[in-house]
């Protein structure tokens, strides 16, 4: 178990689009899978995904048993490890929420997500996944996946208006935080 280095916005690693995992169960995935966990947790993220440790895979974890100090008013979503995802949108419904990211420390910007997606994929023992989910879950969801295809979420946003460091935006919420 180990905290890794996050990678941040401008190394390419983070443009890739990640590769299959094709061995589940195995002592190297579960070990990365802790990792991640343990820079997740350490960096009071609401999700990981594998590429932000420089590791090439489409692996995303999210979720906590505990509210965020992040996102303290956040709903709790259940704690996932997300292996080979697929995200279809249910509806045409999309909504703007503030969003940040380990790999853009210090900003937030609002970007459009869908409001109800279903998502699947497998575990790490490659029992299957299948969940239909909407508002914060979802977004936390496609915003994870985003990095699986090389997606940062300021490429996601249509208003750069909105877009700005953390102290600035919300001076209340920034004094609890670590980005
Ligand atoms: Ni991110």
Redesign the pocket.
């Known amino acids: 178990m180990a905290v890794r280095e996050l990678l941040k916005m401008g190394d390419p690693r983070l443009l890739r689009v990640a590769q299959p995992v094709r061995e589940f169960d195995t002592d190297a995935l579960h070990l990365l899978i802790s990792d991640l966990l343990d820079t997740m947790r350490a960096a009071h ?1 609401a ?3 594998a590429p ?1 440790v420089g590791v090439d895979l489409q692996l995303v974890v999210f979720g906590s048993d505990q509210i965020n100090p992040r996102y303290p008013q956040r709903p709790l979503i259940p704690a996932t490890v997300l292996i080979n995802p697929v995200i279809t949108p249910l509806g045409e419904a999309q909504e703007n929420d503030w ?6 420390p210090g900003l937030r910007g609002l970007v459009p997500r869908w409001n109800v997606v279903r998502y699947t994929g497998f575990d790490q023992y490659g029992d299957a996944i299948d969940r239909s989910v909407q508002g914060f879950h979802a977004r936390v969801v496609q ?2 996946c ?2 699986l295809i090389g997606r ?2 300021p490429t996601r946003m249509r208003d750069f208006t909105q877009f700005g460091y953390t102290e600035v935006l919300f001076p209340d919420v920034a004094a609890t935080e670590s980005d």
């Open positions: 993220g999700g990981l995904a932000q969003e940040g990211c380990l790999s853009v915003h994870e985003d990095h940062l979420y």
